[in-house]
């Protein structure tokens, strides 16, 4: 079979199960298959595929068809420009969050070493971001997962910001002690009642990473109220926010006296929100 009826019969297939992105989807577990890059395909189109590569990639094919989240199936999502190790059981990382990598690196830009805490640190591509992005920076991360400890361990170890980050299994703050110039969090922020409704291949994620009592609310208030007395004077918290929650977060940020700040996503939706300690 060629490369291009490979091709043609996967977004067939993609297509028939619901899949948004069957032709994107289909090129990226080719190129994996082959290790090639996407753009290669188009040339090689006519090219012959071994029955094994054939098999291979339509198992694969089968896999996506069943809604299994294109990351965990090559095992590598790629955010801030960088690739991260993601597995079964880690929060996929999301290009809005992107957004929150931004707005921490322009308020320590001009910090001398600074030092910051992240809160759920999941693949780790928050903090690894940051601290890719400032050499003088140095962080804790925590997480309750086993597995997300583990993964975070190894992209740290991989893009090798692992002697300035230091990975805790603990719940959210527990056991930190210290004064930081930052605390940022991806908390899982979405209420039960709107769990029901999210894409299949969103509820193959971890769902405590994504489901938060309270309104989905639960989270911030923890990290606020255990996080105030962390934060040095001029100190800020960093938080992404679900589509409707920007307001009720900035009010608690309020509550506590902090200087607050909405920033919004490409979709216009204010998806991080900024409390400093003034």
């Known amino acids: 079979m060629k ?3 490979a091709l043609k019969k996967a977004v067939e297939k993609l297509k028939k199960a619901g899949i948004e992105t069957p032709v994107l989807d289909a090129q990226i577990l080719l190129s994996y298959i082959l290790k090639i890059p ?11 595929l071994s029955q094994e590569i ?5 198992k694969l094919v089968e896999k996506r068809a069943n809604r299994t989240p294109i990351a965990y199936i090559t095992g590598e999502k790629e955010f801030y420009g960088l690739p991260f190790k993601v597995e079964e059981g880690v929060l996929i990382p999301r290009p809005e969050t992107e957004i929150l990598v931004e707005e921490v690196l322009k308020r320590i830009k001009n910090r001398k070493n600074p030092t910051g805490i992240e809160v759920g640190v999941g693949s780790g591509c928050i903090s690894i971001s940051l601290l890719k992005n400032k050499p003088d920076l140095r962080m804790i991360a925590t997480d309750i997962s086993e597995k997300a400890v ?3 361990k190894e992209n740290a170890k991989i893009h090798g910001v692992d002697e300035r980050l230091s990975i805790i299994k603990t719940d959210k703050l527990k056991s930190i002690k210290g004064k930081y110039d930052f605390i940022v969090s991806n908390p899982p922020y979405i209420p039960q009642y709107e769990y029901e409704s999210l894409q299949p291949e969103v509820k193959k994620e971890p769902k405590e990473a994504l489901i938060a009592k309270d309104e989905g609310l639960e989270f911030y208030k923890d990290i606020i109220n255990e996080g105030y007395k962390l934060l040095k004077e001029n100190g800020f918290f960093a938080f992404e926010v679900g589509y409707n929650q920007a307001e009720k977060v900035e009010k608690l940020l309020q509550k ?21 300690k003034k």
């Open 38 to 48: 996407r753009w290669k395909l188009i040339i090689k189109e006519n090219e012959e």
């Open 150 to 152: 583990k993964t975070a």
């Open 54 to 58: 054939v098999e291979k990639f339509f």
């Open 256 to 276: 506590k006296g902090l200087k607050t700040e909405k920033v919004k996503d490409l979709q216009g939706i204010y998806r991080v929100v900024i409390g400093e």
């Open 3 to 5: 490369i291009k009826d």
